[in-house]
């Protein structure tokens, strides 16, 4: 039963600039509160430069942060249940601003263990579960998927005008790589607490948005379903594959360094391949998705080209396959550039696998859960790994060697994911009476459930 308090709000209340300006404040948040954590997905030199650690300890710093995510996903649909989007929303923008302030103090490694773990509870247990929620209360029913593929758009461009600040800053450090760091930082920090206190004066409190909610118990149990669905089961296996190249392909441009690439360059190129290419890759897949009525089919073939390409980079140490010196660096820069383009379209689409395979609007909650909880599992340990490879190459005087290494791992897991997207697509195929049947039956018993007299405001 939903609670009515005075001064709630109903998204049709809303007048149209304060809608779009709720929409591109949480868009631009959701990219930019996650900012510091993934630095070094963007700018992984500068990171390891001016904190002065090494590429394992690089990556044990994300691990920290993944951890911390992974426990707080399925919780964080709770506490997004429980408490108002404009307390929840501000709150994880302010703690995460005041985290990242103490960041850019640039404290020992052992702080900054701390201070990751922290950024996990700030932007997944109080953040996670804002920008979904607040887009959906902020659009009527016929609304939602235009905003939410909008609301794509924005953090992109969100994404990617910080990351030409961030490359403009450190591009004048003329040597004082810490400083330039520092002010970066100082930088984000200012941005996402500016955000905080924008999120705490412009969204209101929302009818409907504190009501009937699930239980712990019940959350459990969702889950369990949710375990033994074949469909879920092959989505979240195939996200945990798509998302592991997907941010493995950043290690394209930092190979570039030891190619010899100039640094504004490849941090102009990170930003480019992280950010700038998700504003046309998301609609491009979109829409290829939608043409072809089976997104496993478009990440199938799209998994396959990328590992085509990283298979490419791995080779690219073999004398005469690409031309030397710039003209290497170039090819290296392209092909980093176009494999972001594919893995950001693929992983764009690759939870759609659930609408594929007709997992019911009741169960999607759930669904969404397990699969972000076995999606981002990567996060954990490949920086990690990947670190230690570098590291010992570089110890053992083989600097650059671990990158064909990586690669192949990273070709293997592409390969990994194209299996597992065919496996969805032929299993819906041989069951797809099945699945319609059972969604069919889900669908009416929600509406009959629905059918039942209720506030208007439930």
Not at 141 to 155: D, K, M, Q, T, W
Not at 275 to 297: D, E, M, Q
Not at 366 to 389: K, M, Y
């Amino acid at each position: 039963m939903a609670i009515v308090a005075k001064g709630e709000k109903k998204a049709a209340d809303l007048t149209t600039f304060r809608r779009w300006f709720i929409l591109i404040l949480v868009s631009a948040g959701s990219s930019t509160i996650y900012g510091p954590a993934y630095l070094k997905q963007a700018f992984y030199d500068a990171q390891k430069s001016a904190l002065g650690l090494s590429n394992t300890q690089i990556g044990a710093l994300l691990g920290a942060y993944a951890i911390t995510a992974t426990i707080c996903y399925l919780p964080s649909g709770l506490v997004a249940d429980r408490v108002r989007m404009r307390t929840l929303c501000s709150t994880g923008f302010v703690l995460t601003a005041a985290l990242t302030f103490w960041y850019a103090m640039l404290p020992s490694y052992g702080t900054l263990l701390l201070i990751f773990v922290a950024m996990g509870i700030t932007t997944i247990l109080l953040w996670w579960g804002c920008r979904y929620k607040l887009v959906r209360l902020i659009s009527a029913e016929n609304e939602y998927s235009r905003n939410i593929g909008i609301s794509y758009g924005f953090y992109g461009l969100a994404g990617f005008l910080a990351g030409l600040v961030g490359t403009w800053v450190l591009a004048r450090a003329a040597g004082d790589a810490a400083g330039a760091f520092r002010t970066f930082l100082l930088f984000y920090a200012v941005l996402i607490l500016l955000l905080g206190v924008l999120a705490f004066v412009m969204i209101p409190k929302f009818e409907g948005e504190i009501g009937s909610v699930r239980s712990a118990k019940q959350v459990l149990v969702d889950t369990g379903r949710a375990l033994t669905n074949p469909v879920v089961l092959i989505t979240a296996v195939t996200v945990f594959f798509v998302y592991f190249y997907y941010t493995g392909v950043n290690y394209a441009t930092t190979y570039l360094t030891y190619l010899g690439a100039d640094a504004t360059l490849n941090n102009i190129l990170s930003v480019l391949r992280q950010y700038g290419v998700t504003l046309f890759a998301g609609p491009v897949f979109g829409a290829l998705a939608f043409r072809a009525k089976k997104p496993s089919r478009v990440i199938w073939i799209g998994s396959l080209i990328a590992a085509a390409g990283i298979a490419v980079l791995a080779i690219v140490p073999v004398p005469g396959l690409l031309p030397a010196g710039t003209g290497l660096i170039l090819s290296v820069a392209l092909i980093g550039v176009a494999l972001g383009f594919i893995a950001n379209g693929v992983f764009g689409i690759v939870s759609s696998q659930l609408t594929e395979g007709k997992v019911p609007l009741a169960a999607f909650g759930a669904a969404t859960g397990v699969v972000s909880l076995v999606g981002f599992l990567p996060d954990t340990f490949s920086s990690t790994w990947f670190g230690s490879i570098i590291d010992k190459a570089d110890a053992a005087g083989n600097e650059g060697a671990a990158y064909p290494q990586i690669f192949w791992i990273l070709v293997g897991s592409a390969v990994v994911a194209s299996a597992c997207a065919l496996l969805l697509n032929r299993y819906v195929r041989a069951n797809q009476a099945t699945l319609d049947a059972r969604y069919e039956a889900a669908q009416a018993l929600a509406a009959g459930e629905s059918a039942e007299p209720e506030p208007v405001n439930a």
